[in-house]
């Protein structure tokens, strides 16, 4: 069974950092991209970054650009996503997505709530 | 960027009945060299994560039931449920993958009326 498990999120004030990790099983997680893909409270998906099978490619979201980094240990099965300078505008829940090169993200994790406030 | 429009915001229909979202790319996201539309389309209850419904804008996802159907091509696209049932009350979501940044609908909430 495929599975993702996010983990990190928490409350952080503004201008801090926290490091995600997800957790896959129940596939060869080196033969797939991952995405992150957040959702503020209330409010609808919105991608964040995705990194390629052998972690050579990363791409970001404006919004994110400077202040994320995504990375994977394949050794580990596990992706992560740095982030830095957060603002209150980075408050969402954050998902870890399996997906491929030009194929949509068939498998989710559950989620990981980041709450950026002073 | 691409922006997705979805039409309505919200939808309430009776159980039994149909029900339609209407999505709209700003741009094509049909691949000309093999004649696919990188489209899909998923379906979010509350307290959940997205659960992909329909990927290449028609192809239903293995144990996705078949009153859900995809349709369109080019830049315009819908979801259609043939007979709603109660626990088909969710927020859709169409979603482009043709390129990047990959982007969403911003969503359609369905309820029974």
């Known amino acids: 069974e495929v599975q993702l498990v996010e983990s990190g999120g928490g409350l952080v004030q503004p201008g801090g950092s926290l490091r995600l990790s997800c957790a896959a099983s129940?596939?060869?997680?080196?033969?797939?991209?991952v995405h992150w893909v957040r959702q503020a409270p209330g409010k609808g998906l919105v991608w964040v970054s995705y990194?390629?099978?052998?972690?050579?490619?990363?791409r970001y979201a404006d919004s994110v650009k400077g202040r994320f980094t995504i990375s994977r240990d394949n050794a580990k099965n596990t992706l992560y996503l740095q982030m830095n300078s957060l603002r209150v505008e980075d408050t969402a829940v954050y998902y870890c997505?399996?997906?491929?090169?030009?194929?949509?993200?068939?498998?989710w994790g559950q989620g990981t709530l980041v709450t950026v406030s002073s | 960027d691409i922006v997705m429009t979805q039409s309505p915001d919200s939808l309430a229909v009776s159980l039994g009945e149909r029900a339609t979202v209407n999505c709209k790319s700003s741009?094509?996201?049909?691949?000309?060299?093999?004649?696919?539309?990188?489209l899909a389309w998923y379906q979010q209850k509350p307290g959940q994560p997205p659960k992909l419904l329909i990927s290449?804008?028609?192809t239903r996802e293995s144990g996705v039931p078949d009153r859900f159907s995809g349709s369109g091509s080019g830049t315009d696209f819908t979801l259609t449920i043939s007979s709603l049932q109660a626990e088909d009350v969710a927020v859709y979501y169409c979603?482009?993958?043709?390129?990047?940044?990959?982007?969403f609908g911003q969503g359609t909430k369905l309820e029974i009326k």
């Open positions: 290449w804008a028609s």
């Open positions: 990194i390629n099978s052998d972690g050579s490619t990363t």
């Open positions: 741009q094509s996201v049909l691949y000309s060299s093999n004649n696919k539309n990188y």
């Open positions: 979603h482009q993958y043709y390129s990047t940044p990959r982007t």
């Open positions: 997505a399996r997906g491929a090169s030009g194929t949509p993200n068939d498998y």
């Open positions: 129940g596939f060869t997680f080196s033969s797939y991209w």
